[in-house]
T-cell receptor, first 119, second 105 residues
Framework: NAGVTQTPKFQVLKTGQSMTLQCAQDMNHNSMYWYRQDPGMGLRLIYYSASEGTTDKGEVPNGYNVSRLNKREFSLRLESAAPSQTSVYFC??????????????????FGAGSRLTVL | KNEVEQSPQNLTAQEGEFITINCSYSVGISALHWLQQHPGGGIVSLFMLSSGKKKHGRLIATINIQEKHSSLHITASHPRDSAVYICAVIGDMRFGAGTRLTVKP
């Protein structure tokens, strides 16, 4: 009963280094999302993938790239990390795309989060 | 100004009290989520609603689409309800900053 699995849970980077956050879901969900959570600001959508083969920018996409590798996996890459990218990152999935019509299939399932610190 | 505003930001209650957390939004929505973030950081979805009211155990969520307002109520609060509660609007995927609830025994 894994749900949404994110790795790594913790990472410390130096400015300019690159890294990839991995996310996988085993619920046969179509849509996947990457969010960042900063104190006092709430969750903000970085990128999402409404279905396999598609990706779209969210509210704060600058400095990030994503890959929807297959239906299960959605990775987030920081090519050149900056201190402003210090945050907690959450991956989530839903059966259907939450940016469209609402239905019971829009319920989001979140991963446990990845805490990234950029020095 | 955040398009999704929650109040209060922080809330401390005694065990057994009735809790209300409010969410107001300025964007047009098709539905709204209420999420719970545990002290350890994990986030779970409590409700998704587009009209009226939903109830799950001691939790009740209401929404008024015309007034662009939703409330989350907790009856007979318990220390295990201590968490951050977040509302999020479907469609625009905007999240409130969260309400930190502490329930004291």
């Amino acid at each position: 009963n894994a749900g949404v699995t994110q790795t790594p849970k913790f990472q410390v980077l130096k400015t300019g280094q690159s890294m990839t956050l991995q996310c996988a879901q085993d619920m046969n969900h179509n849509s996947m999302y990457w969010y960042r959570q900063d104190p006092g600001m709430g969750l903000r959508l970085i990128y999402y993938s409404a279905s396999e083969g598609t990706t779209d920018k969210g509210e704060v996409p600058n400095g990030y790239n994503v890959s929807r590798l297959n239906k299960r996996e959605f990775s987030l890459r920081l090519e050149s990390a900056a201190p402003s990218q210090t945050s907690v990152y959450f991956c989530a999935s839903s059966k259907q795309d939450v940016t469209g019509q609402s239905s019971g299939a829009n319920v989001l399932t979140f991963g446990a989060g990845s805490r990234l610190t950029v020095l | 100004k955040n398009e999704v505003e929650q109040s209060p930001q922080n809330l401390t209650a005694q065990e057994g009290e009735f809790i209300t957390i409010n969410c107001s939004y300025s964007v047009g929505i098709s539905a709204l989520h209420w999420l719970q973030q545990h002290p350890g950081g994990g986030i779970v979805s409590l409700f998704m609603l587009s009209s009226g009211k939903k109830k799950h155990g001691r939790l009740i969520a209401t929404i008024n689409i015309q007034e662009k307002h939703s409330s989350l109520h907790i009856t007979a609060s318990h220390p295990r309800d201590s968490a951050v509660y977040i509302c999020a609007v479907i469609g625009d995927m905007r999240f409130g900053a969260g309400t930190r609830l502490t329930v004291k025994p």
